[in-house]
């Protein structure tokens, strides 16, 4: 008769017992790198701002001071807490630029509104030349979201002449995220027309604008000078380039300064700050008017989409001249991304304007 081998009892058990301890590990690490964030927005009235906090660490704030111009969200910082925004006006560092006060922050508005310069607008504007530039004010917050993963925060503002009649209606979703080292920036925007029609008039200067840190423009070596919509020059000096990484990317293969003035469904910036690799990207949506965008992307930490500016963004070639009926809205979709970690690739990027832009987007 065939004997039938028993296996030892005590191998069993150690296997069964390594078995389930592994399963414990693996499911305990999973739920560490799933844990979700908590994303929790703060109201600060009396300093106008709504702070946007990442597990109790600062992201950015919604900010409206009375001396700016328009809201904005300043400062903006990637998940290890590190600045991508310019601190100039408001919390300078040294070796920044100082050049173009209304860079702030990241904003929305536009060089030629019914004839009116929102863009530009600041208090270094001679009061004798004020009745040139327009105002957005913030009117107040309808909506603050908090939970994990996600806050929303929803505001009025009203877009307005000199003389401080209302011109536009500005209804805004700002929608903060995140997952892993990525944040997240949806800025939905809607524009209504008041009283009268409005007329947004082919203009370089515009629309969703950022100025970046010093670390993320692209190197410079000479002097330059930058007019506005109104002529004005700015002159924008050589600096130190040490430590200055920063190289613009965008969807059709452009790079560096030659993205200025082309279309592209989104740009990427790539650059280094003190070690830490770094990716903003800006993206278009196929919902927007002027869709893909024409890209105002300076050298120099202005990095922008222009949708309505076509006549000047094309030489000429193209002409939009968008128009608001009394009464008649407009939505404007964008998403910035803000990456920590590494230098995101086209392939990456390209993932991401489709959970944004894709058929499937909630947006």
Known sequence: MQQIKKKPVGAGIFLVVLIISAGFILKKQSAVETKAQKFTLVADAKNKRVDVLVDGQPFTSYFYPNDLMKPVLYPIRTSKGTLITR??????????????PHHVGLWFNYGDVNGLDFWNNSTAIEAS??????TIKHNKILKMTNGDNQAELAVTMDWQKPDGTNLLREDTRFIFSGSGNSRYIDRITTLTALKEEVLFKDNKEGVIGLR???????????PEVFTDASGKATPVAKLNNEGVTGKYRSSEGKEGDAV????????????TIKAEPVSLVLLD???NVGFPT????????LFAANPLGQKAMSEGKEELNFKLAPGKSVTFRHRLIVHSGSNLTDEQVNAEYQ????KNSKL
């Open 87 to 100: 601190g100039w006006p408001y919390d300078p560092r040294p070796g920044e630029r100082v050049d173009h």
């Open 129 to 134: 030349k004020k009745n040139g530039y327009g």
């Open 212 to 222: 970046l840190a010093r670390e993320l423009e692209h190197p410079s070596d000479k």
């Open 260 to 271: 200025w003035g082309t279309r592209g469904k989104w740009v990427n910036l790539t650059g």
């Open 285 to 287: 949506n196929p919902q």
């Open 294 to 301: 024409y890209w105002h992307a300076r050298g120099y930490g």
């Open 355 to 358: 959970k944004f832009a894709g």
